[in-house]
């Protein structure tokens, strides 16, 4: 088994030196719980720590307001660490509490440990900077501040306006309840809001002269469900109706829209999908005699995983050995697994091929071979692994068996089991871009991978270039807002703080 050596034994010294500082901003990230693009005081709260650890700062990247990047260094490779502290909403929950207890009715929370994997990407960020500087390294350490993971697809957005064209390899994770590299590719996805457009009328006098865009809705839907029947089966199709026309039973809706997101392995049959979807819409539009309008509002690609960065930062994972538990953290988990069914906990770790796993926490590495080849969810890092190597890893930050957005999930936050998981990833994400800085020809390779990757399929955003991010001001309204342009230190789309 690989030992740390000493360049990777120093930046792990450095976690444990900024620690405290590091757990306690996580915390605060928490009681925030900010949801996708309007995470401004948490956007806030690490931009003020970070300028005071001597980063320079570029705000409102791709136009997000609550998007940023801070770079120490000069000269030499580029390394990104994505960070992420958007919340959910309707998952409030007291800490430690092993029951529902809302801090918040309806309030947010942290139900996917986002305010987690902010804190280790940061953590990391330091302690990489201090080895820099100290054994006088070229090299430019970036901690990226990512919002609206949770459905915004925030890093898409930032990719587009070209965030991450000048990094050399990117380092993430996600917390979890199992300790693994994430070499997994994820499934593509997009979501298209489709509007249609009729006329009202009284439904009792003059039903004759109305034409109802609900039903356009209800027969598009029926369509949708045929159509599940002729799209591969590891595809999916959601749907939420956004706007039934109004409550008046007694007028003919007048206007009607349903929101659809499409998943699948690759993008192109995302997109495929999303074609005969469309054609779906204006057959319904042409049996109801309405209009209908269709646009994509937001998409992610597929994870690429980067084989040469993942066997980097496995092998640094099995060097540092798993989360140094303690019995304390074993009776807090075995008290939130008593509120989370079998059903629940298998489904969980199912995704991961994990299901055999037994105990309270995950003690142990996982074998990279026994991780299936695609993760049943989504992300936006997906699209930076197409123009950047990228690897991820999971840590255990939870009970075993903990289901993602789930209020178990936000009650274990805060928790010592929480912080040790975080602590140690950043660790993970340390000596994994410590090692990149020391070892040019690792790097090349990983780059040399990805255009490999790209000869025959390369990058196209799959966010149309007129659809803007959704930004929410402080106020909570929603506003489109373009990409800024200006004078910033590294060429993408900002304005430098």
């Avoid at 987690?116 to 070229?138: E, P, Q």
Wanted: glycine share 8%; net charge negative; hydrophobic share 45%.
């Amino acid at each position: 088994m690989l030992n740390l050596n000493e360049a990777e034994r120093d930046v792990v010294a450095r976690i444990e030196h900024h620690r405290v500082l590091c757990t306690h901003l996580s915390d605060r990230l928490w009681d925030l719980a900010e949801t996708a693009y309007s995470e401004h005081a948490s956007a806030d709260l690490q931009i003020t720590e970070l300028t005071r650890q001597g980063f320079l700062v570029t705000r409102d990247v791709a136009g997000i307001p609550t998007a940023f990047v801070a770079e120490w260094g000069e000269g030499g490779p580029v390394v990104g660490l994505l960070g992420e502290y958007d919340a959910l909403p309707q998952l409030s929950q007291a800490a430690g509490v092993p029951n529902r207890a809302p801090v918040v009715n309806a309030g947010n929370g942290h139900g996917c440990g986002h305010n987690l994997l902010g804190g280790a990407a940061l953590l990391a960020a330091l302690a990489v900077r201090d080895h820099l500087r100290d054994a006088r390294i070229a090299g430019r350490i970036r901690y990226y501040g990512c919002p609206a993971e949770e459905g915004g697809a925030g890093k898409t957005f930032m990719t587009r306006a070209g965030a991450f064209d000048d990094v050399d390899a990117a380092l993430t994770w996600h917390p979890s309840s199992i300790y693994a590299i994430d070499a997994m590719s994820t499934l593509a996805t997009l979501h298209a809001r489709f509007t249609f457009c009729g006329r009202a009328s009284h439904a009792a006098a003059a039903p004759h002269l109305g034409r109802s865009a609900l039903d356009a809705v209800a027969l598009m839907n029926v369509a949708a469900n045929y159509l599940r029947e002729h799209i591969p089966s590891d595809a999916r199709l959601h749907y939420a109706i956004h706007d039934t026309g109004g409550r008046a039973p007694n007028v003919v809706q007048a206007r009607a829209e349903v929101v659809y997101q499409m998943r699948a392995p690759e993008l192109e049959v995302v997109q495929s999908i999303h074609a005969r979807l469309a054609r779906i819409a204006d057959g319904a539009a042409v049996m109801t005699e309405t209009t209908t309008s269709a646009r994509v509002e937001k998409a992610m690609s597929n994870m690429r995983p980067n084989a040469v960065l993942s066997d980097l930062m496995y092998a640094r994972m099995r060097a540092l050995g798993p989360v140094p538990f303690d019995d304390e953290d074993r009776t807090f988990a075995r008290r939130m697994q008593q509120t989370i069914s079998k059903e629940e906990a298998r489904a969980s770790l199912m995704i991961f091929g994990a299901e055999h796993l037994k105990g309270e926490l995950h003690e142990a590495l996982l074998p990279a071979e026994r991780m299936p080849p695609v993760l049943a969810a989504s992300t936006d890092a997906g699209d930076v692994s197409w123009v950047v190597p990228t690897a991820r890893c999971m840590a255990p930050c939870f009970a075993l068996g903990t289901p993602f957005h789930s209020w178990q999930l936000v009650a274990q936050g805060k928790s010592s089991l929480a912080h040790k998981g975080m602590t140690h990833t950043a660790k993970v994400l340390a000596v994994t871009a410590t090692a990149l800085y020391h070892d040019p020809a690792t790097l090349a390779a990983a780059k040399q991978a990805l255009h490999e990757q790209s000869v025959d399929a390369p990058y196209r955003c799959p966010i149309p270039p007129d659809v803007q991010p959704p930004i929410v001001n402080v106020a909570g309204e929603k506003a489109q807002r373009g990409t800024l342009r200006g004078a910033f230190p590294f060429q993408y789309g900002g304005v430098q703080s």
